[in-house]
C-alpha cells in the first residue's frame, strides 16, 4: 500500500449527511438507487449509489451517510452524481455504508 502525505487526505473533504430521497436509477446498468442528501449549511447534493444489495429505498430515507463533496460532479445513469457516498466493500459482506455511530449536525466534516 503507498501511504500519502497528511495534506492528500486534508484536500478530501468528507461530510455527514442524511438521505432524504432515495429511488431505483432505472437507467443504470447495474442496480443502483438515485439519492437525494441534505448536508446542512453546505446544500442538497444527488449521488446515484449501488446499495441496493442491502438497502431498501425505504431504509435510506432518514439514514445518516459520509460522503466526499469536492470531487468534480460525474454524470452517472441519468444522475449528476455531485457526491461519493462511502461504504465498505467486501466480497462476504457486499456494500455496507459508513455512518456514524451517534446523530451529528449535517455537515459535519470528517477528520
Known amino acids: 500500500m503507498e501511504t500519502i502525505d497528511y495534506s492528500a487526505f486534508e484536500a478530501v473533504h468528507m461530510y455527514v449527511g442524511t438521505i432524504l430521497e432515495a429511488s431505483p436509477n432505472e437507467k443504470a446498468r447495474k442496480p443502483a438507487y438515485k439519492l437525494r442528501i441534505d448536508f446542512g449549511p ?3 447534493k444527488s449521488s446515484s ?7 431498501t429505498p425505504e431504509q435510506l430515507v432518514g439514514m445518516q451517510v459520509v460522503a466526499v463533496l ?3 460532479p460525474k454524470r452517472i445513469a441519468g444522475v449528476k452524481s455531485e ?10 459482506e457486499g456494500t455496507v ?3 456514524p ?11
Open 101 to 111: 455511530t451517534q446523530p451529528v449536525p449535517n455537515g459535519a466534516r470528517i477528520s
Open 49 to 55: 449509489a449501488q446499495l441496493t444489495e442491502h438497502y
Open 97 to 99: 455504508l459508513l455512518q
Open 83 to 92: 457526491v461519493l457516498v462511502l461504504a465498505a466493500v467486501s466480497e462476504m
Open 42 to 44: 453546505l446544500g442538497q
Open 70 to 72: 469536492n470531487f468534480e
